[in-house]
Nanobody, 112 residues
Framework: QVQLVESGGGLVQPGGSLRLSCEAS????????MAWYRQAPGKQRELVAL??????TDYIDSVKGRFTISRDNAKTVYLQMNNLKPEDTAVYYC???????WGQGTQVTVSS
């Protein structure tokens, strides 16, 4: 059974940082592309960042230069978020790309 468990969310002031983690089990983690999505209240879920099994990464424009996705190829994918802005407030989800495997989500709130 595939499980994805996110952690690391919380409340942070504008300009602050958070590091999200997503631990996978039940899959051959290293061969899959992984991604972080987010969903803000009243908005559609959007892809934020992805990382291929090769380590190649891509980001949406609004987080480029502030967020970094990485993986340890054991079982965890990370999202380092720096210089956070109020518009980054959302529930963040990890996903095994091209599958229906999603984590339960972790809340990130950026507010003073």
């Amino acid at each position: 059974q595939v499980q994805l468990v996110e952690s690391g969310g919380g409340l942070v002031q504008p300009g602050g940082s958070l590091r999200l983690s997503c631990e996978a089990s039940g899959i051959s983690f290293s061969i899959y592309a992984m991604a972080w999505y987010r969903q803000a209240p009243g908005k559609q879920r959007e892809l934020v960042a992805l990382i291929l099994s090769t380590g190649k990464t891509d980001y949406i424009d609004s987080v480029k230069g502030r967020f970094t996705i990485s993986r340890d190829n054991a079982k965890t994918v990370y999202l380092q978020m720096n210089n956070l802005k109020p518009e980054d407030t959302a529930v963040y989800y990890c996903r095994v790309l091209s599958t229906d495997y999603w984590g339960q989500g972790t809340q990130v709130t950026v507010s003073s």
